[in-house]
């Protein structure tokens, strides 16, 4: 918290190491990359067979790379060779098995506060370049089809006057909980454990109050067994030996549709679901940007995920006024890694 860094990344995938070794190369010091996964480039670790070809024109895309990374075609091994290079000569900072909350923007000092399920950051500008290929994680219990459409991952479709239940422990499970408290429905928060060990301050001063206030209902330390259909309602059976019947049911244990995650930063997007963003990839919010597949139909083109760090790193710069000359450490990189050189 301490640190304001200039450039804050979520998502390890080319799109956002290439946005992070641009901005390193143009001379911005202060950079953070921050990915859910252990590593970078999780996609390619875990959906790549070993030896498998990686090509700079993907798909028949033939791209020209714009920046100052010469990618060029290779193998899994020697991409994700590359790319520890390139993380590691430039020094960038990395905090990996770290999911990103929420982004928001505060106007009294024109930063972002990004906030994670432990700690929170600051940064002058974020770009978010996630992929497509996250999703809501779901229960390991069957969910009868039968009652799937009262059945949620998200607020969609909520309504107002409902008995609800919602499930888990975290910052999104807290909000769903007391937002839908707010639209006037009958909310219990239903937790596995006996206390909350990842909720930020704030909101889990809401939800004892909203409980106290009778505004809402806690159950801790209770799991669910199994799910009904009663008379068309969600019978929910619990491990005490107790059900309820809930008008609807809503997951909240981990995992995010990328949808979603836009939406809740309060990034506007079309009836696609796509992200609306201008000629530089910013989006509605200003400093907030976009990258990769999340916002572009690249295919998966390593390429195309690249160029898009180069336009948003100058981009930025024009905005804040600051010009760099880049290409001395440019060229020492390549003298000290001529493997890597087209």
């Not at 999703?135 to 009868?144: E, L």
């Not at 809930?246 to 949808?259: K, N």
Request: glycine residues 10%.
């Amino acid at each position: 918290m301490k640190t304001v860094y200039d450039l804050l990344i979520v998502g390890g995938g080319p799109g956002g190491i290439g946005t992070a070794v641009e901005a390193a190369v143009h001379g911005i010091e202060n950079i953070l990359l921050i990915d859910k996964a252990d590593n970078h480039s999780s996609t390619i670790r875990k959906f790549y067979k070993d030896n498998k070809r990686v090509d700079k024109d993907w798909k028949g895309q033939t791209i020209n790379i714009e920046g100052n990374i010469p990618f060029m075609d290779g193998t899994k091994e020697t991409t994700l060779d590359f790319f520890d290079k390139l993380l590691d000569e430039e020094k960038i900072d990395t905090a990996f098995n770290t999911e990103v909350e929420n982004i928001i923007k505060n106007e009294d000092d024109d930063l972002f506060m990004i906030t994670t399920a432990t700690k929170g950051f600051k940064a002058k500008a974020v770009v978010i370049t996630i992929g497509k290929m996250g999703k809501p994680n779901k229960p390991v219990y069957k969910i009868p089809p039968s009652i799937k459409e009262f059945v949620n991952f998200n607020l969609d479709k909520c309504n107002e006057g409902e008995k609800i239940l919602v499930v888990g422990g975290g910052n999104s499970a807290a909000e769903y909980a007391y937002e839908l408290a707010d639209e006037g429905n009958i909310v219990t928060l239903v937790y596995r454990k006996d206390e909350f060990t990842r909720l930020n301050p704030e909101n889990e001063d809401i939800l004892y109050q909203y409980n106290g206030q009778e505004k809402l209902r806690l159950r801790m330390d209770t799991d669910i067994l199994s799910l009904e259909n009663e008379h068309g309602k969600v019978k929910v059976n619990f491990n005490d030996g107790y059900y309820t019947i809930y008008d609807r049911i809503v997951y909240a244990i981990g995992g995010t549709a990328p949808i979603d995650f836009l939406k809740k930063v309060g990034i506007e997007v079309d009836e696609k679901g796509k992200p609306i963003y201008n000629e530089h990839y910013e989006t509605n919010i200003q400093g907030l940007y976009v990258a990769g597949d999340i916002a572009f139909n690249t295919g998966g083109s390593i390429a195309a995920a690249l160029n898009h760090g180069y336009h948003i790193v100058n981009s930025y710069l024009q905005k804040s006024g600051k010009i760099y000359s880049h290409t001395q450490k440019v060229e020492e990189f390549f003298e000290n890694n001529p493997q890597f050189k087209a």
